[in-house]
């Protein structure tokens, strides 16, 4: 059976066969006179009536009519009726049977919110529980946008993170014949530019050199500082281990270490090449012997990111930092403050980092004022005023 719209077509089998002598090809049906002859040309009206018939209900559906997806119809291999959360929710079930693998929770979580944010705007948009994806309009992603400005109270970068996780299913939908047109044609993902915190040198030196009596400030704050000096992510801290340390022909120590949130996304170029300096190499020797290094086999102690990121509150209170003090944001000190802000190049930087390109590190070294500073030095030595 073949099926063309607009030039296009498809066929596929009808599991029926009659002898080359008897076919009319003109009419496409048999000639013959008997039982066998008249019941195929019966089947064969049958499946023409069929597929004028689910031709009619994809023109109601408003989905894209093609030859094959009418021809799927017509031989029930296509009857479910695909709606838009329903589809994601069982896309996120899918995801979950990955995580660790392909997907980590984190990401499996924010698509979670994305249907949250749409089970509640559906309703007043739509006056109904569930849409179908031919239903989505360029219209219904402004109104999503906006619903998630105003009443999500979500910032722009955000934003921009949930619609990718949106557009991941359209783009899937488009993929599969099941709605028409893009929603998202014409909507644009840019997001902000975002300057990272990090310490200045008097505030990392005030980090450093305060005194504390409580053992598990001075611990967040020792780890805190190692990062600081070796641009290691929270993750990265917590897993490392003696394996990760390596001595080269000079007798200095090396961190060599894959980045674990790469590693989770099977990405290439994630190695960090971090030569210690010798605070980072004497906080490593202090905590040696530290019962839960001996028995976990670690380098540091590293508690959940979540106290150490409440402790680093506490920590900046005592040294008078206005700072929002996080875990991450040891790593951006170590991009800028201690290495861009020391004049290493830009692209050693990035090998220390575990960067795939220099893009990456990019968004450190914009917010360095020493290199301005240089430069409009230069230019002050060499006008004559």
């Not at 064969?44 to 109601?60: M, Q, S, T």
């Not at 619903?147 to 557009?167: A, D, P, S």
């Not at 997001?191 to 990272?196: K, L, S």
Request: hydrophobic letters at 40%; charged letters at 25%; a positive charge.
């Amino acid at each position: 059976m073949r099926i063309t719209i607009n030039g296009s077509y498809d066929d596929a089998r009808i599991q029926r066969s009659v002898p080359l002598n008897l076919w009319n090809a003109a009419k496409g049906c048999s000639k013959g006179r008997d039982r066998a002859s008249i019941a195929l040309n019966t089947y064969i009206a049958e499946l023409h009536a069929r597929a004028l018939e689910k031709h009619k209900e994809l023109v109601l559906e408003q989905a894209l009519i093609t030859p094959k997806l009418i021809l799927k119809r017509v031989f029930g291999k296509d009857t479910e009726m695909r709606t838009l959360l329903g589809t994601m929710q069982d896309g996120i079930k899918e995801m979950e049977t990955l995580t660790g693998i392909d997907y980590s929770p984190v990401t499996i979580n924010r698509y979670k919110n994305v249907v949250k944010k749409l089970q509640r705007l559906i309703p007043s948009y739509y006056g109904k529980e569930d849409i179908t994806f031919h239903e989505l309009t360029p219209e219904f992603i402004r109104a999503f946008d906006i619903y998630l400005k105003t009443e999500g109270g979500l910032c722009r970068n955000t934003i921009v993170r949930y619609m990718k996780c949106f557009k991941k299913f359209t783009n899937m939908a488009l993929a599969k014949e099941w709605m028409r047109k893009n929603p998202f044609y014409g909507y644009k993902m840019e997001q902000d530019e975002t300057d990272p915190v990090f310490l200045t040198y008097d505030e990392l030196q005030a980090v450093m050199k305060k005194k504390f009596t409580i053992p598990r400030l001075e611990l967040v704050r020792d780890i805190f500082v190692f990062a600081c000096f070796t641009g290691l992510a929270f993750s990265d801290v917590a897993t490392l281990s003696g394996e990760n340390l390596v001595q080269d022909n000079l007798g200095d120590w090396w961190i060599r270490k894959g980045r674990v949130k790469l590693e989770h996304r099977r990405k290439a170029s994630s190695i960090s090449n971090i030569p210690l300096l010798p605070v980072p190499l004497a906080i490593l020797e202090k905590y040696r012997e530290h019962p839960i290094c001996v028995k976990k086999g670690c380098c540091l102690p590293v508690m959940c990111n979540q106290k150490m990121n409440s402790y680093l509150k506490e920590i900046a209170d005592f040294c008078g930092i206005k700072k929002n003090l996080t875990t991450h944001v040891a790593r951006h000190t170590f991009g800028t403050t201690v290495t861009l802000a020391n004049n290493v190049p830009l692209q050693d930087v990035s090998v220390m980092l575990g960067h795939a390109s220099t893009r990456m590190t990019q968004h450190y070294a914009r917010v360095m004022n020493s290199s301005l500073k240089e430069a409009m030095n230069n230019v002050k030595e060499r006008l004559e005023w």
